[in-house]
């Protein structure tokens, strides 16, 4: 979608839920006419919640400095409250609406209030849960067997990483401990799944920290990676890209960065491990960077 569509409806959106928040505000009693500062709190609240919903807009479109990946940071945490708190806000409106319509009256309407508030603290709790969830590395475990008639076979323990979206919102500590606990698997072999950046290598702050950590993973036969379809340099707004596919290119420090990571980039190739009993291939993304 083009940018100032995209812009323009979430801007749109906003607004709208801002208003029925602020129509939820006057219902409820803490906010009644006699409060003696309602006028001024929703009035100081409407004016933050328009200035924090900019920032995830300057933060697409502002030119790569470090006020543009801040703002882009902050507006990437707000654009996660607001999914929570607008979803919670109609999906509990439209059940209030349906409630009404069934018993032919406008009885609910005294508990608007309450549905700002419920709204407000399930966002807020959801994103802070979300922000701890989202420094967790979790280890699943697999067990595969080859064919019985395959010849030779090869006991290898593998471990493949994916996604990591190196970006302005990520934490180094969060890398070192998923490094530490590869290396405590002692595997033979550890497979990146692409989506190594987050559509910009700029934007990770200390990118030389991030690849001397990541330069530790100890592997017999080595640490092999391919490209995702995010690790090119293109506009994104709410995680969405909103710039041609056709100017989303790979630019060199994101190659120089894997190459520091002492990690193998496979481009449609193939290598064989473990005495030629097992084959490793890396396909090149179709759509982004040729």
């Keep these: 979608m083009h940018p100032v569509l995209s812009i323009g409806f979430y801007l749109l959106f906003q607004i709208l839920i801002m208003l029925q928040s602020v129509w939820c505000l006057k219902i409820n009693r803490f906010f009644s006419a006699e409060c003696p500062r309602r006028e001024f709190l929703l009035m100081t609240g409407t004016v933050l919640f328009l200035i924090f919903s900019l920032f995830p807009v300057a933060g697409a479109m502002l030119p790569d400095s470090r006020i543009k990946f801040s703002l882009q940071a902050a507006g990437n945490i707000f654009l996660g409250f607001t999914l929570y708190f607008n979803l919670m806000m109609v999906g509990l409106s439209l059940l209030m609406l349906t409630i009404d319509l069934i018993r032919g009256d406008s009885r609910t309407i005294q508990l608007k209030g309450a549905v700002f508030l419920i709204s407000f603290i399930t966002g807020a709790c959801l994103l802070l849960y979300g922000m701890v969830h989202a ?48 290396n405590q698997e002692n595997p033979d072999v550890v497979l990146v799944a692409g989506d190594i950046f987050t559509s910009s290598y700029n934007g990770l702050r ?46 060199a420090e994101m190659e120089q960065f894997l190459r520091e990571c002492h990690f193998t980039v496979l481009r449609d190739e193939t290598v064989t491990i473990a005495g030629g009993s097992v084959q490793i291939t890396g396909r090149v993304d179709g759509q982004k960077a040729g």
């Design 206 to 251: 200390d990118p030389d920290k991030y690849a001397a950590s990541l330069r530790q993973i100890k592997a017999e036969y080595g640490v092999y990676a391919v490209y995702g379809n995010h690790d090119v340099e293109e506009t994104l707004f709410g995680g969405f890209p909103i710039s041609p596919v056709s100017e989303a290119f790979r630019p």
């Design 135 to 182: 420094q967790q590395t979790i280890v699943t475990r697999y067990e595969l067997r080859p064919e019985e008639n395959a010849s030779p076979q090869a006991d290898l323990k593998l471990i493949l990483i994916g996604d990591l979206h190196l970006c302005v919102n990520s934490h180094l500590n969060t890398i070192q401990k998923m490094v530490e606990l590869i």
